[in-house]
């Protein structure tokens, strides 16, 4: 299970940070040991399988299935970092150098493999309801995750020649679709201006939408990073990069990229009247932290794009390094109901009832118009399909309508990585990342309360206490040297 860095310090094409990990500039370099490439947890699970029927276990089965997924998320991670591995259904015998040494197996095994487990886990588990614990229902979550990935994965890769890419998004949708079915999980909500950013802020995860969580403690001293990471000049200064931000529709569901100004908009009118998410991503106009009512504009010592993070973020008193314990999402519904839309759009299945159940519930808790099946295809966005080239068909104008949902609902939760590798999309890595937008050098007015916030300054800094100062060339770059992102 990922650390709950590994869950929030997502970077990629979304969050942009002071400096570019080997994965982006391509200096990946998979090393003699480590970089993934470890199999012990393999041979824990492995020798359970081999071993748990020696004696009488009462509910047994369960078990096994518990082990069987741990298998299959062991072999999904490997499959989706390296493409081919070698499959080992036993336990190797220390002396065995035949299978020490054996060669990767081609990938339409090892998947197969997995989805024999997925499978067996679901027939198998317990349909406890547990944030903590893996059941039935984690198993299918899952097994959604995992048969997009490859239904995908095989659909726009067509250079590997695979194979089955509508068998395995079968899977997914069908997957998706008996947990949406049975009815266990609902969206949480509360108000559009708080539910999004209460769904992660929150100690305890909110156990009608979390599927699976990683558990933190503040009596237990068992704390994570989030809020330092957030706010502290020394810890990467993460912020959303601009595409990512004229993707959020405007509030009636119209695109903020019709405008013809779209990408000089001043941050203070950028932001207005925007999908409620945007404003429970980052820090927007009247952002106050939880417990505080003092406003706070985007603190350009905290994030390197102005557009400065407050999903997972909590109270101010959590903010010392490595003290935040609010519970981390490891597995949400609203996955799930987005791996059912895109599975069906893929299949070329889907229907306007399936977004009803699907996207709809997303919409609905921020109050933000539902995605209408007829209207999309109708008129594909541009903006969109010039980042997913490989975008065609019937469904195209509704492929990407899922896309921007799936990037705005699930935003620093990694999964964009794998999103953008299985969509074939990876040249947006190689575009330039922006942030907010400056019109030129001088004072600006991040909150709207009349009052300088930051100024963009050349040659002497100027003595006016307040603002934040920000040296032109050295302390902030604009892509037009002068003015722009």
Known sequence: MPSAEGIYNEDDDNVVK?????????????????????????????????????????????????????????????????????????????????????????????????????????????????????????????????????GAFRKYHTEFNLPGADKFLTEAAEAAEELIDSKTYTIYTSTPDKAYLELFSSMSAKEEEVILTRRFSNDLQIWHNVNY???????????????????????????FTDKPDYNTIPFVEEVQNRDPRLSQTIRTPGYTRIGSTTELPPDFTGTITGYQLVKFVTSTT?????????????MRYAE????????KAELGTLTQADLDKSIKLLRDRVAMPNMNLVSANADPDDYLADQYVNVTGANKGVILEIRRERRIELVMESFRRNDLMRWKEGHLYTEQFKGMYFAGVGPYDLDGD????????????????????????????????????
């Open 18 to 150: 002071t400096s570019l990990g080997d994965l982006l500039t391509g200096n990946r370099v998979v090393p003699v040991s480590g970089g993934g490439w470890n199999w012990d947890a393999l041979r824990n699970i492995n020798y359970f399988l081999t071993n748990y029927k020696r004696v009488e276990i009462p509910g047994a089965a369960h078990y096994a299935g518990v082990a069987r997924l741990f298998r299959a998320i062991f072999y999904f991670d490997k499959v989706s970092s390296f493409g081919d591995v070698p499959w080992y259904g036993s336990v190797i015998d220390f002396e065995d150098t035949s299978l020490l040494n054996k060669k990767r197996d081609p990938r339409t095994l090892v998947m197969d493999s997995i989805l024999a487990d997925l499978d067996y886990a679901i027939e198998n588990m317990n349909t406890l309801e547990s944030v903590e614990k893996m059941t039935k229902w984690t198993a299918l979550a899952y097994k959604s995750r995992i048969c997009l990935f490859e």
């Open 229 to 255: 990471y957030t706010i502290t000049a020394s810890y990467g200064r993460p912020g959303l990069e601009k595409k990512l931000v004229n993707s959020y529709l405007l509030k009636d569901g119209s695109r």
């Open 318 to 330: 959590e903010d010392s390094y490595n003290r935040s314990y609010n519970d981390m999402p490891i």
């Open 336 to 343: 799930v109901l987005l791996n059912f839309a895109e599975a």
């Open 450 to 485: 009349g009052d300088t916030d930051v100024y963009i300054y050349t040659g002497t800094k100027p003595t006016e206490k307040g603002p934040q100062y920000l040296k032109l060339g050295s302390e902030i770059l604009l892509e037009g040297n002068t003015s722009g992102g």
